[in-house]
C-alpha cells in the first residue's frame, strides 16, 4: 500500500473515515492568489490564501482533491512554523486530516509560500464540509492562529466525497509534476520537459498509455505502461526533447490517460485544474518551421512493458497563444 505522501514521503496522521494522500510542496510562484484580511497574532499572519477542489469524475459535484496554495508572513526570518487540516461534517464530527513538516517564514518573502495537496482515499461520505486551517509555532507547540469557515468562506461547505464514492473511478492521479530544462540560447523558451504521473487504481492492476497534448494539438502517444493498486513503484517518467518544428510560445500541456488495449478514455490531467501545467515557455531547438513537430522521448519507470525511445514525427496545425518572432 502506497504511504501518504508529504514533501519526501513522510507519514501523515489521519484519524476517524478519512483516509488521505497528501503532498506538501512550496507553491508554484506563478500562481495568482488573491490577498486575503491578514490575522495576527504573535507577529505571524495570513497574507494570501486560495483553495480548490478537483477531482469529480462521476460529475455529481462532490470532489475527491483538495489544493491550498497559502503564504504566510512574520516580523521575523527563520520563523518556524507548521500547519494541521481539520474536517467537519454536517454530523458535527471533527476530524484531523492533517499535519505538516515545519517549514520557515522569512519577513513577508513570497518564496516561502506552501502548496498543500490532498486526495481522499477511502469512505468519506459525499457530503458538506467545514475545514479549519491552524498554523501553529514549531517551538512552543503553541497554537497562533486558526482560519475557519468564519474567518474565510472558501473553507465553508467543501463539496467532498472519498475514492469509494467516486461510482465512475477506476483510476485516479495521485501526483503528476513537470520539470522545464535546456533553454541554449538564454531567451527564457526551453526545449526539455520532465515529466513524472504517479496514478493509482482501486483495481489490482490497469493497462494504460498516455497521450500528451500541447494546447490542445496530440504531441505524442506513449508506450503501453501497468499501474498496480496504490503503489509508488508503477510512477512514470517521459522525457522529452522537443528537435524542431514547435514555435516559440507560452503553451498549456494537458495529458490523456487512456486503456491500453481499447483506447478508451480513463482519465485526464488538464493544465486547467494542475497549475504547474500551465503557461509552459517553449521552443523547438532547431529553428526549422515546416509544420511537423519532431520530439525525442524517453520513457521509464515500474511496470513499464518496453523502454520506449524513439522519435515522434507528428502534424501539428494551429498553436494557440503561440508567438512567432
Known amino acids: 500500500m502506497k504511504k ?3 514533501g519526501l514521503l513522510l507519514l501523515v496522521s489521519a484519524v476517524g473515515n478519512a483516509t488521505v494522500k497528501t503532498q506538501q510542496s512550496p507553491a508554484p510562484q506563478n500562481t495568482n492568489i488573491q490577498k486575503q484580511a ?4 504573535y507577529d505571524v499572519w495570513l497574507a494570501s490564501f486560495n483553495l480548490n477542489l478537483y477531482q469529480d469524475l462521476d460529475n455529481d459535484g462532490y470532489h475527491q482533491n483538495l489544493k491550498l496554495i497559502f503564504d504566510l508572513d512574520s516580523l521575523y526570518n527563520n520563523h518556524d ?27 513577508d518573502s513570497t518564496l516561502d509560500s506552501q502548496q498543500i495537496d490532498i486526495q481522499f482515499v477511502d469512505k468519506l461520505s459525499s457530503g458538506y464540509y467545514q475545514l479549519e486551517f491552524i498554523v501553529i509555532d514549531q517551538a512552543s ?3 497562533i492562529f486558526t482560519v475557519d469557515q468564519f474567518v474565510d468562506q472558501q473553507l465553508q461547505d467543501l463539496a467532498i466525497e472519498g475514492q469509494h ?10 501526483s503528476a509534476d513537470i520539470e522545464l530544462s535546456n533553454d541554449r540560447n538564454g531567451n527564457g523558451y526551453y526545449q526539455h520537459i520532465a515529466v513524472d504521473i504517479d496514478i493509482d ?9 498516455a497521450q500528451f497534448y500541447l494546447n490542445e494539438q496530440l504531441l505524442f502517444t506513449s508506450s503501453a505502461f501497468t499501474i498496480t493498486d496504490m503503489r509508488v513503484s508503477d510512477e512514470q517518467y517521459f522525457d522529452i526533447d522537443i528537435k524542431q518544428g514547435l514555435v516559440r510560445g507560452i503553451y498549456d500541456l494537458d495529458i490523456h490517460i487512456l486503456d491500453a488495449v481499447t483506447l478508451a478514455h480513463r482519465h485526464h490531467i488538464k493544465a486547467l485544474d ?11 531547438a532547431s529553428n526549422v518551421n515546416d509544420g511537423t513537430i519532431v520530439v525525442d522521448v524517453d520513457q521509464s519507470g515500474g511496470s513499464l512493458g518496453a523502454w520506449c525511445f524513439g522519435l515522434f514525427s507528428l502534424w501539428i496545425g494551429r498553436k494557440l497563444r503561440a508567438m512567432v518572432y
Open 141 to 143: 507547540a503553541l497554537t
Open 201 to 209: 487504481t482501486p483495481d489490482s492492476a490497469a493497462q494504460l498509455v
Open 4 to 6: 501518504i505522501l508529504i
Open 165 to 174: 464514492w467516486d461510482q465512475q473511478q477506476k483510476i485516479s492521479i495521485y
Open 274 to 284: 494542475w497549475v504547474v501545467f500551465q503557461d509552459l515557455a517553449l521552443e523547438s
Open 81 to 107: 512554523v507548521n500547519v494541521q487540516l481539520w474536517l467537519t461534517g454536517s454530523d458535527g464530527q471533527r476530524q484531523h486530516i492533517y499535519t505538516g513538516q515545519h517549514f520557515e517564514l522569512n519577513g
Open 38 to 41: 491578514s490575522h495576527q497574532i
